[in-house]
T-cell receptor
Framework: AQSVTQPDIHITVSEGASLELRCNYS??????LFWYVQSPGQGLQLLLK??????LVQGIKGFEAEFKRSQSSFNLRKPSVHWSDAAEYFC???????????FGTGTQLKVEL | DSGVTQTPKHLITATGQRVTLRCSPR?????VYWYQQSLDQGLQFLIQ???????AKGNILERFSAQQFPDLHSELNLSSLELGDSALYFC????????????????FGPGTRLTVL
C-alpha cells in the first residue's frame, strides 16, 4: 500500500538557520506529492506540490522541495527560517482511486529566537 | 483563506448524540473531501464526493455518513457518538474528480473541532 513517512516528529531550529524536513514515500508509479502546513488552531495550507517535470519545486513563504525518485524522497527546505514558520508540516501523496490524500504523521517545527 | 468554509468551528456534545458538520467548497470546485485528524490516527481520509456522487471511500465508520447537495455544499453526519470520535474534521475541495492521472489540488477549510464528552 502507498504510504508516506516523515521520520522526524519534532525539529527545533534557530531563527535564520536553514531547514530541511524529510519525507519518504512508498508508491509504485510516479507519485503526486504535496507539502501542507498547519499552524496552531488553523487548517491545512498548501505550501507546494509536485506532479511532474522539474524536480525542484518552489512554493509559498520561501519554501522549496526536491523530488528524488532514486531515494523515494520529497524533502522540504527553506534557506532561512522565520519565527512565524513554527507549525506542523505534513507531507502527502495522492493514492488510490478518486483523489485521496495519504498523509505522513507530520513534523512539528519549533523555532528558537 | 482557502475559500473553503466549514461550520461550526467548534462542537461539544455528549456520547450517543448525532451531529452534522457542514462544508462549502471553493467557487467552481466540484469535489468535496472529508478528513479526520486525531492524536492517535493522524490525518485520515474519510470520503470524497464529486458533483453529488460518492467518488471514493476511506476509513469511514458505518456510524458516519456524508452527502453532497445540488449546490455542492456537503454535510458529514456523525451518529451514536463515542469519546473516540473527538477530533478535528477537515473538509477540502478541488476542481476535478481525481483519478490516476489527475493533477488536482485539494484546498482545505479551517476545520470543525468536535469534542465528545
Amino acid at each position: 500500500a502507498q504510504s508516506v513517512t516523515q521520520p522526524d516528529i519534532h525539529i527545533t531550529v534557530s531563527e535564520g538557520a536553514s531547514l530541511e524536513l524529510r519525507c519518504n514515500y512508498s508508491y509504485g508509479a510516479t507519485p503526486y506529492l504535496f507539502w501542507y502546513v498547519q499552524s496552531p488552531g488553523q487548517g491545512l495550507q498548501l505550501l507546494l506540490k509536485y506532479f511532474s517535470g522539474d524536480t525542484l519545486v518552489q512554493g509559498i513563504k520561501g519554501f522549496e522541495a526536491e523530488f528524488k525518485r532514486s531515494q523515494s524522497s520529497f524533502n522540504l527546505r527553506k534557506p532561512s527560517v522565520h519565527w512565524s514558520d513554527a507549525a506542523e508540516y505534513f507531507c502527502a501523496v495522492v493514492t488510490g482511486g478518486g483523489n485521496k490524500l495519504t498523509f505522513g504523521t507530520g513534523t512539528q517545527l519549533k523555532v528558537e529566537l | 483563506d482557502s475559500g473553503v468554509t466549514q461550520t461550526p468551528k467548534h462542537l461539544i456534545t455528549a456520547t450517543g448524540q448525532r451531529v452534522t458538520l457542514r462544508c462549502s467548497p471553493r467557487s467552481g470546485d466540484l469535489s468535496v473531501y472529508w478528513y479526520q485528524q486525531s492524536l492517535d490516527q493522524g490525518l485520515q481520509f474519510l470520503i470524497q464526493y464529486y458533483n453529488g456522487e460518492e467518488r471514493a471511500k476511506g476509513n469511514i465508520l458505518e456510524r458516519f455518513s456524508a452527502q453532497q447537495f445540488p449546490d455542492l455544499h456537503s454535510e458529514l453526519n456523525l451518529s451514536s457518538l463515542e469519546l473516540g470520535d473527538s477530533a478535528l474534521y477537515f473538509c477540502a475541495s478541488s476542481v476535478g474528480a481525481g483519478g490516476s492521472s489527475s493533477t488536482d489540488t485539494q484546498y482545505f477549510g479551517p476545520g470543525t473541532r468536535l469534542t465528545v464528552l
